[in-house]
């Protein structure tokens, strides 16, 4: 049985039919990516998961339950977290102030105090800058305290939304670095990110996203390889 499972969702915008019926599930431990040009409809997709829209019809099942009419802290208490798109931290609030947001769902403080040594672990410049306003990081270490932040829900899917954008190419290196050791480390990983190579080199299977519908799916050493896909995607 899949972790996550989407079945046949639309999402619109007014008249506009921003996702159109598209079917596709994540299982627990992998990392699966979504990948397609702007506009095809990814972010509304995970944006709709985290109930920040609603679905016109389809159904989005999270281990075993229907998310449809659940408020997005219900969501994040099941144990999805979200990473958007342009990072959002608190810019006036420290680090460890936005890490501890976080964890405003977890009652247990030993747990707490577990998890933020997990993150101080994972991403250690952070550490260095506990008491700094996160507005005065740069973006390489914004994202960072937004994937730190997230896993300070202590969820079991991490949904991530472009966290390559903006970022030079030494640090985009390092935060695909750290996504693929939580990965490795047990946690499911949906994945949006405009650098297809990225994606399909991070994830074990992908699902190709086209103006709302999902025209093409498989492993994502296959999908790498494809002519289809080098040509829209890879530059090739």
């Not at 959002?88 to 936005?98: G, Y």
């Not at 105090?113 to 997990?118: A, I, N, Q, S």
């Not at 693929?180 to 946690?187: D, F, L, N, Q, V």
């Given at each position: 049985?899949?972790?996550?499972?989407?079945?046949?969702?639309?999402?619109?915008?007014?008249?506009?039919?921003?996702?159109?019926?598209?079917?596709?599930?994540?299982?627990?431990?992998?990392?699966?990516?979504?990948?397609?040009?702007?506009?095809?409809?990814?972010?509304?997709?995970?944006?709709?998961?985290?109930?920040?829209?609603?679905?016109?019809?389809?159904?989005?099942?999270?281990?075993?339950?229907?998310?449809?009419?659940?408020?997005?802290?219900?969501?994040v208490?099941?144990?999805?977290?979200?990473?958007?798109?342009?990072?959002?931290?608190?810019?006036?609030?420290?680090?460890?102030?936005?890490?501890?947001?976080g964890?405003?769902?977890i009652k247990?403080?030993?747990?707490?105090?577990?998890?933020?040594?997990?993150?101080?672990?994972?991403?250690?410049?952070l550490?260095?800058?506990?008491?700094?306003?996160?507005?005065?990081?740069?973006?390489?270490?914004?994202?960072?305290?937004?994937?730190?932040r997230?896993?300070?829900?202590?969820?079991?899917?991490?949904?991530?939304?472009?966290?390559?954008?903006?970022?030079?190419?030494?640090?985009?290196?390092?935060?695909?670095?750290?996504?693929?050791?939580?990965?490795?480390?047990?946690?499911?990983?949906?994945?949006?990110?405009?650098?297809?190579f990225?994606?399909?080199?991070?994830?074990?299977?992908?699902?190709?996203?086209?103006?709302?519908?999902?025209?093409?799916?498989?492993?994502?050493?296959?999908?790498?390889?494809?002519?289809?896909?080098?040509?829209?995607?890879?530059?090739?």
């Open positions: 049985m899949p972790m996550l499972e989407v079945k046949d969702l639309y999402v619109s915008y007014g008249a506009i039919n921003a996702v159109k019926g598209i079917s596709f599930e994540v299982r627990k431990g992998e990392t699966v990516a979504l990948i397609g040009s702007n506009g095809a409809g990814k972010s509304t997709t995970l944006r709709t998961i985290s109930g920040l829209e609603k679905a016109k019809s389809g159904s989005i099942i999270f281990q075993g339950q229907e998310l449809a009419k659940l408020k997005p802290y219900q969501i208490e099941l144990g999805i977290a979200h990473v958007p798109e342009g990072r959002r931290v608190f810019p006036r609030m420290s680090v460890k102030e936005n890490l501890l947001m964890a405003n769902i247990d403080r030993a747990q707490i105090k577990r998890d933020l040594e997990r993150v101080h672990e994972i991403f250690p410049r550490y260095e800058r506990m008491n700094q306003q996160a507005g005065t990081l740069s973006g390489g270490e914004q994202q960072m305290l937004s994937l730190g997230a896993l300070m829900t202590n969820g079991s899917l991490l949904m991530l939304d472009e966290p390559s954008m903006g970022l030079a190419p030494i640090l985009v290196e390092e935060i695909f670095n750290i996504i693929r050791r939580i990965s490795e480390e047990g946690t499911s990983i949906l994945l949006i990110e405009q650098n297809a990225l994606a399909l080199t991070t994830s074990s299977r992908a699902y190709v996203l086209e103006t709302g519908s999902i025209i093409m799916q498989g492993k994502s050493s296959d999908l790498l390889t494809d002519e289809r896909v080098k040509d829209a995607y890879l530059g090739a």
